[in-house]
């Protein structure tokens, strides 16, 4: 068995074909430069006969100095009743002068006579004639054939005859597409199976996730021995999407020992995996193998003492390998292993059996009951340990606030208006400040009452604030979680709040914000606090 495997990355061109996905000259060329970095084989780059964003990005893409993929157009055979030469997505394939095409022909006979609508015999004939037209121009030709294994289901020798036409055409590779997403990876083993020792070329996959077995059945086609995979990075594209390459590419390469990417590369999986997504701009699921910010995150307590001990407990591989992180996370199911290294930061004598550590520990779990959430709020919860320790006192006492809100806007840019007063070792200081909203006026006038004491807070902006109603069957009387994400341009850092009252949740997890970044920067200093 080969165990070498060619990835061939559709992201711009069946990835493209996704719902909500649109990508711009510039994104397509940002992504080949990533996927190339990464070491994939190929990438599948767009339809050159579709539109001119792509001949545009064709023409651009030659300038690019790859060091491990070869680009590839896609097209379909020509037309049926009309010869290669006439056909106008032949020329157009060929006018975006990539060192691969790929043709895409059908294989299912019913696709032929009533979809193209043409004979079975010249279905074959636009095969084998596109694929020579390729191979004469001096083209690495890729076949791809549609619906292989549907076809193959209805009338297998007719799905054998379009693969022959294509290796009498001259394909250096035929790809068996699972079009319509549906097979099963056992049918999908012994199909491909039958195709890799009817024939001398090279074989690959090509399938789509409608049900649920992409990957399963890219790993089955491999294991029966196809030596080229084709999906998409991360796994959009029409419908339920293309096979997600991320995780063939971690199970091909740390579980079965193939060759899929360069070695060295592993580490930059989740890296590129992100990165695709922020260029496509879509959030990659939390939950994605491998690459996911949760793939390696621990939350049962349980867990997290079993991961403590030997991580391979509870982790099939260790993160680093894929660039990923193990990550433990606060909340009401976790258990004194959880904690214990949060708490040892800030007193590193506290051990697991510690009276403190379960005190801790019953803290969190009152305040989850009551509707805190530490799991992204993990700045407010070290706030917490500090109390509980007596490693914290106050850096302001606040006399009172006012917030004044005005609809419509008497002015544009501000809707609300703030007014503070608060005492610093017994000095008081009142200020008033405007924002677009009583929570941003609110903040503004805090952080400008206390940067008379404090100027390191004029470096501290809000980057993110959410706030998630707890109780909706209580409506306006419900509880709110208000989670405000900081900065200072180096740390990014979460806090939260809850109450009845949307300001006061507000209140708390600014206030969090603010002493959190007064504590770290002593700490920094002169560490430690108190
Ligand atoms: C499984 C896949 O992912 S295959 C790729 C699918 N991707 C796309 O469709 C995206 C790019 N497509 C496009 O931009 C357009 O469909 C174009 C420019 C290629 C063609 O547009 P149009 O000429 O307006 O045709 P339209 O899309 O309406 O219909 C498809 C035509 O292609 C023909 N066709 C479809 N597959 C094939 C094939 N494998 N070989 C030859 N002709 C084919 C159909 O018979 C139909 O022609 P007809 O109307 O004469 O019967
Ligand atoms: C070619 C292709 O994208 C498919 O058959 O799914």
Not at 177 to 194: D, L, M, R, S
Not at 287 to 293: D, N, S, T
Not at 315 to 336: K, T, Y
Not at 342 to 359: F, R
Request: hydrophobic share 40%; aromatic share 8%.
């Amino acid at each position: 068995m080969a165990n070498k495997i060619a990835i061939f990355d559709s992201t711009l061109r069946d990835g493209a074909q996704a719902e909500g996905i649109s990508f711009s000259v510039e994104d397509k060329l940002k992504i080949v430069k990533t996927l190339d970095e990464f070491g994939v084989a190929y990438i599948e780059a767009g339809n050159p006969g579709s539109n001119p964003k792509d001949l545009e990005f064709f023409e651009r893409v030659k300038k690019l100095n790859l060091s491990n993929a070869k680009i590839a157009a896609f097209g379909s055979t020509r037309r049926r009743g009309i010869s290669v030469e006439e056909d106008s997505n032949v020329k157009s394939l060929l006018s975006a002068d990539t060192p691969v095409v790929v043709i895409f022909g059908k294989s299912w006979d019913f696709h032929v006579t009533d979809i193209i609508k043409t004979s079975l015999e010249e279905n074959l004939e636009m095969i084998k004639d596109t694929l020579r037209f390729f191979k004469e121009k001096g083209k690495e030709v890729i076949f791809d054939a549609e619906h292989f294994f549907d076809g193959y289901k209805a009338n297998p020798e007719y799905a054998m005859a379009a693969l022959s036409a294509a290796v009498e055409g001259g394909a250096d590779c035929i790809v068996l597409c699972e079009t319509n997403g549906g097979a099963f990876p056992n049918e999908v083993y012994e199909i491909t199976k039958k195709v890799v020792e009817a024939f001398e070329v090279p074989v690959g996959i090509h399938p789509h996730n409608d049900g649920g077995m992409a990957v399963a059945n890219a790993i089955m086609a491999v294991e029966a021995g196809a030596i080229q995979v084709q999906g998409t990075f991360i796994g959009f594209g029409e419908r339920c999407g293309n096979v997600n390459l991320s995780t063939v590419i971690g199970n091909l390469q740390l579980k079965k020992n193939f060759d899929c990417i360069p070695k060295e590369q592993m580490c930059t999986l989740t890296q590129t995996a992100r990165r695709i997504a922020e260029i496509a701009n879509v959030s990659l699921s939390d939950r994605m193998p491998y690459v996911g910010k949760s793939a390696f995150a621990h939350k049962g307590g349980m867990h997290i003492d079993g991961v403590s001990k030997a991580s391979h407990s509870f982790e099939h591989i260790n993160p680093e390998l894929v660039g990923n992180e193990r990550r433990f996370l606060m909340s009401e199911v976790a258990g004194r292993s959880t904690i214990l290294s949060k708490i040892q930061k800030v007193n590193p004598n506290v051990t697991k059996d510690s009276p403190e550590t379960k005190e801790i520990i019953d803290r969190l779990k009152e305040l989850e009951h009551l509707g805190y959430q530490f799991e992204g709020a993990e700045s407010t919860f070290e706030l917490i340990i500090r109390k509980q320790l007596g490693k914290y006192r106050p850096f302001f006492e606040l006399d009172h606030f006012k917030i004044i809100g005005e609809h419509p806007a008497g002015n544009e840019d501000f809707s609300s208006s703030a007014m503070i007063k608060v005492n610093v070792d017994g000095q008081v200081e009142i200020t008033a400040a405007e924002g677009d909203g009583p929570v941003n006026a609110l903040d503004k006038a805090l952080r400008k009452a206390l940067e008379v004491f404090y100027p390191a807070l004029k470096e501290v902006h809000l980057t993110d604030y959410k706030v998630r109603v707890l109780d909706t069957k209580e409506a306006t009387a419900a509880k709110v979680r208000v989670l405000i994400e900081s900065t200072d341009g180096e740390d990014i850092w979460t806090t939260v709040g809850v109450s009845t009252d949307i300001i006061e949740a507000s209140w708390i997890a600014l206030v969090d914000s603010i002493e959190y970044k007064l504590i770290k920067d002593i700490e920094k200093k002169f560490k430690p606090y108190l």
